[in-house]
């Protein structure tokens, strides 16, 4: 999808869609709308005055024009104007999205002008994640309807005067963000058997070449050399190798501390010997989604120069029944040296992301932070709109929780205390994989906390969040990015 800002008269710039922004309230006398009103023989205001087109969000209006100019536009309803934000901003460009292609159009503009509750940069940044996000589709694995074929839109102008500075450079940054979301959309969303560890790991590689990162991919030996315990107990079950991959971008000077993004790779989860019921069991392929976020997020890094060193680190597996799987009640070591016993083969994800943060402490960093779809009580906590988010820092905490509300991608916090590493304990090893039933995700989180040292970190339990139904404009059903958006926050923010 091809995506740029153009400084022009919206009046005379020619497309098949416009789309406007209206505000509950607006006013045709003054502003951008003004010269559009003018341009379609007052047809704008008479959408206005008939009550047809309130502002209210979710309103849609579509107006024809005659001659030069936009050939149709289509007026967006957003809500009250002063309480308007970048995810609003989102969701309208999305919106427009959808609307071309239900008017089966190649392409869209979008206005960006007014709406001036949101700097210019945040806005055009938030209207190109939108309009990109929205104009994902997943479709390689499908063949076409010759006689109806899907309409894809290809490009998308974001509309307004360069005397507001922040337009392109918003632009350009929103781009690139939807992009890295777009591509960890795709890795979540290919089957478990073409998205293998070993697939995974040459996506990594790829994007890393095509975006000047630095790659290094573990094989199970050099797993094995390193004591990369916990990881190979997990994979024990499976035919399909685990890789254990290692993104770093160097944009910082040498001597400073890298920020540190773990994402759990688990390319497809049956549950291992406590097998997981059969019913949606294939939505399992999701179970890597973490690691996809960090291989997207290290792709907008990358393409964006964050000054700041950042390295993402993804341990990736299956979770398979066999022979050679490991049993409940196996005691494992770790790369940290902490003996596990395995109480569920289920709780397999904390396995990876231990030797994984174990590796992350050997960075050195300044600020480590994993994400996972750990656990199913995260989604009775928080439903599906927030991911969870604990650790050992409440300045990372809060940094996260901000940049998840900018972002779109949100968190909420759960306590860490120690009464829940009590549930971890057992007589037969260092901890116990699981702790029960009660407040699940935290004791999850506990587990993790074993193996951070006293490294700042956080945990975002994203599993309710990674994949659904679509319910937004610029998402679809299946495959959400989440947190791609919110690590990039995340990280530059921190870098300034």
């Known amino acids: 999808m091809q995506l740029r800002f153009v400084d022009t008269d919206v009046t005379t710039h020619e497309t098949p869609l416009l789309a406007v922004p209206i505000a509950e309230g607006a006013d045709v006398a003054s502003g951008p709308l003004a010269g559009l009103d003018g341009a379609l023989a007052g047809a704008v205001g008479r959408a206005l005055s008939s009550g047809d087109m309130r502002g209210r969000a979710g309103d849609e209006v579509v107006l024809y024009g005659a001659g030069t100019g936009p050939a149709r536009v289509i007026l967006l309803g957003v809500g009250t104007a002063g309480k308007v934000d970048a995810e ?138 390193e004591g990369m315990h916990a990881l190979l107990s997990v994979t024990r079950g499976s035919d399909e190798e685990a890789r254990f991959i290692i993104l770093e971008h160097r944009g910082g000077p040498d001597d400073e501390a890298p920020m540190v993004l773990v994402g759990k790779g688990l390319t497809f989860d049956t549950g291992g010997i406590s097998l997981k019921p059969p019913a949606g069991m294939e939505e399992m392929k999701y179970d890597m989604s973490g690691g996809a976020a960090v291989i997207g997020a290290m792709q907008v890094i990358a393409e964006l120069g964050v000054r700041a060193n950042v390295v993402g680190l993804v341990p990736s597996s299956e979770n398979m029944p066999s022979a050679r799987a490991t049993k409940p009640g196996d005691v494992i070591s770790s790369l940290a040296g902490k003996t596990i016993e395995v109480i569920n083969t289920d709780a397999e994800g904390r396995l990876i992301l231990a030797d994984a943060l174990a590796w992350g402490v050997r960075l050195k960093p300044a600020a480590m932070v994993d994400c ?101 404009s610029y998402q679809r059903k299946g495959a959400l990015g989440f947190p791609t958006r919110l690590l990039v926050e995340w990280v530059r923010s921190r870098a300034g």
């Open 88 to 225: 609003g901003i989102r969701r309208m460009a999305g919106r427009a999205v959808r609307a071309a292609e239900k008017l089966r159009l190649a392409s869209v503009s979008i206005l960006l002008d007014g709406l001036d509750a949101v700097a210019a940069e945040q806005r055009a940044q938030a209207a190109a994640e939108g309009a990109g996000l929205a104009t994902w589709r997943f479709d390689e694995l499908k063949s076409e309807d010759a006689e109806d074929p899907v309409v894809v839109v290809e490009a998308v102008d974001l509309l307004g005067q360069s005397a507001t500075q922040g337009y392109a450079e918003g632009a350009l940054a929103g781009a690139a963000i939807a992009r890295g979301a777009n591509f960890a959309r795709t890795l979540q969303q290919r089957p478990g058997n073409v998205a293998t560890p070993t697939h995974l790991a040459d996506e990594a590689v790829r994007m890393a070449g095509a975006h000047g990162l630095e790659v290094t991919i573990f094989d199970e030996a050099r797993m094995r050399e």
């Open 372 to 472: 996972a779809t750990l656990t199913g009580s995260v989604i009775i906590a928080l439903g599906h709109h927030a991911a969870a988010v604990m650790g050992t820092d409440d300045g990372v905490i809060e940094e996260l929780r901000a940049a998840g509300d900018a972002s779109g991608e949100r968190c909420w916090p759960l306590p860490l205390w120690d009464e829940y590493r009590k549930q971890l304990d057992t007589p037969n090893a260092d901890l116990q994989n699981v702790g029960g039933r009660p407040g699940g995700s935290i004791t999850a989180g506990a587990f993790l906390r074993e193996f951070v040292e006293d490294v700042p970190w956080a945990h975002l339990d994203v599993a309710g969040t990674s994949w659904g139904d679509g319910s937004l």
